[in-house]
C-alpha cells in the first residue's frame, strides 16, 4: 500500500499564504508526476499544479505567478507555496501521485480563505 499525507491546510486572510506539503510513504515504486489538485464544495476536483521527476511545472491559469510547487525526489515528498490567496483558492487540496503501481491520492487538507 501506498499512503500520501498532507499537511499544512487551514484558515488565512485574504493576501495571505500557506505551504501544503504532502510526503509519500509504503510500497513506492519510481515516482513520475506528483501534484496538487483541489476540490471547492459543489465544483468538481481541479488540477492546481503538478511536477515531473525531472522538474517540469504546469499550472492552472488563475494560480500562476501566486503558487509555486516543489519536490524532493529523495524524500518522496511536494509541497506547494500558495501567496497572495484569494477566497476563490478555498477547497480541500489534495496531493497525487503517479507510479507504475498505479495513481495514489492524500487524504485532503482544507484550506480557507477569507475576504
Known amino acids: 500500500q501506498v499512503q500520501l499525507v498532507e499537511s499544512g491546510g487551514g484558515l488565512v486572510q485574504a493576501g495571505g499564504s500557506l505551504r501544503l506539503s504532502c510526503a509519500a510513504s509504503?510500497?513506492?515504486?519510481?515516482?513520475?508526476?506528483m501534484g496538487w489538485y483541489r476540490q471547492a464544495p459543489g465544483k468538481q476536483r481541479e488540477l492546481v499544479a503538478t511536477?515531473?521527476?525531472?522538474?517540469?511545472?504546469n499550472y492552472r491559469d488563475s494560480v500562476k505567478g501566486r503558487f509555486t510547487i516543489s519536490r524532493d525526489n529523495a524524500k518522496n515528498t511536494v509541497s506547494l507555496q500558495m501567496n497572495s490567496l484569494k477566497p476563490e483558492d478555498t477547497a480541500v487540496y489534495y496531493c497525487?501521485?503517479?507510479?507504475?503501481?498505479?495513481?495514489?491520492w492524500g487524504q485532503g487538507t482544507q484550506v480557507t480563505v477569507s475576504s
Open positions: 497525487s501521485a503517479i507510479m507504475v503501481s498505479g495513481n495514489f
Open positions: 509504503g510500497r513506492i515504486s519510481s515516482i513520475n508526476g
Open positions: 511536477i515531473t521527476s525531472g522538474g517540469s511545472t
